[in-house]
């Protein structure tokens, strides 16, 4: 009898196992744990803390400007400017001469803050990104982002992929 509770309990375990399916994207929000910036940088993961996490809306003149910034503690942080946006949508980073939507990834250098690199998008009048809000309240913005941004010292590029963010204002 024993055995047989034993064989029932291991193919609950199994089947609630391989019921929970895995969903890559995280979602519309990107699966950002709250209070986090989450992306890939190359290859390499990125994490914001959540102490060093934060997003700020101002309103001026009826036009509002949002900015979500995350460090982590190698001092790696992702900036993310959004003018002018006041709802959920996608909103391209660049693509003309009217910018509204800029993006940066910073590596400070800690030991010659001189040194510091920052990479921008847009760096021309192209289309570098995008940003999707798929929550805006008046407490929290989540969604997802993606950016290529440009170092102006070297010319050197990144790529900032997988991006997303889950941040109380």
């Known amino acids: ?11 609950a375990c199994a089947v609630a196992a391989t019921s929970c399916k895995k969903n890559d994207d995280g979602g519309p929000d990107g699966g950002a744990a709250s209070g986090t910036i989450k992306a890939k940088i190359g290859s390499a993961s990125f994490t914001s803390l959540k102490m060093t996490t934060m997003a700020n809306r101002v309103n001026v003149g009826g036009t509002s400007m949002i900015t979500v910034q995350g460090n982590e503690t190698s001092g790696k942080a992702i900036v993310l400017v959004m003018n002018g946006v006041d709802g959920t949508g996608t909103y391209q980073i660049g693509g ?11 590596e400070v250098n800690i030991s010659n803050p001189t040194a510091t690199q920052v990479w921008q998008a847009p760096f021309d009048s192209s289309v570098a990104g995008e940003i999707k809000i798929s929550e805006l309240t008046d407490k929290v913005i989540k969604g997802t982002f993606q950016f290529s941004a440009k170092n102006n010292k070297d010319n050197s590029m990144r790529e900032i992929t997988g991006g997303a963010f889950n941040v109380n204002f």
């Open 96 to 106: 003309g001469a009217n910018i509204a939507i800029s993006a940066s990834y910073t």
């Open 1 to 11: 009898m024993k055995n047989s509770y034993f064989v029932l309990l291991m193919l």
